[in-house]
């Protein structure tokens, strides 16, 4: 059974930082194409940041280019984004995602809340 779990959300300052982990059980996150994803009330979901399975390249949205950082610990099986410099319009629940062809899954989500 695969399982992504979230964690690390909370509310925080305007300009202030808060480091998401996904952890994976029952998939190899490595071999996989890692992804948080963010909705906000009333918007769609949108990606965040990527770390590809095929060269390892990072890819981020542009509004959180230069503040948050996407990284892996292949031997704790564990992703994360650390974001810095949070804004209030970065407020949404964050959820991380991993796939690879066919196979998609989603963790549970974990609310960030930045207060101005």
């Known amino acids: 059974d695969v399982q992504l779990q979230a964690s690390g959300g909370g509310l925080v300052q305007a300009g202030g930082s808060l480091r998401l982990s996904c952890a994976a059980s029952?998939?190899?996150?490595?071999?996989?194409?890692t992804h948080w994803f963010r909705q906000a009330p009333g918007k769609e979901r949108e990606g965040v940041s990527c770390?590809?399975?095929?060269?390892?390249?990072?890819y981020y949205e542009d509004s959180v280019k230069g503040r948050f950082t996407i990284s892996s610990d292949n031997a704790r099986n564990t992703v994360y984004l650390q974001m810095n410099s949070l804004k209030p319009e970065d407020s949404a629940v964050y959820y991380c995602?991993?796939?690879?062809?066919?196979?998609?899954?989603w963790g549970q989500g974990t609310q960030v809340t930045v207060s101005s």
């Open positions: 770390i590809s399975n095929n060269n390892g390249r990072t």
């Open positions: 029952g998939i190899t996150f490595e071999n996989y194409s």
């Open positions: 995602n991993a796939e690879l062809g066919s196979r998609d899954y």
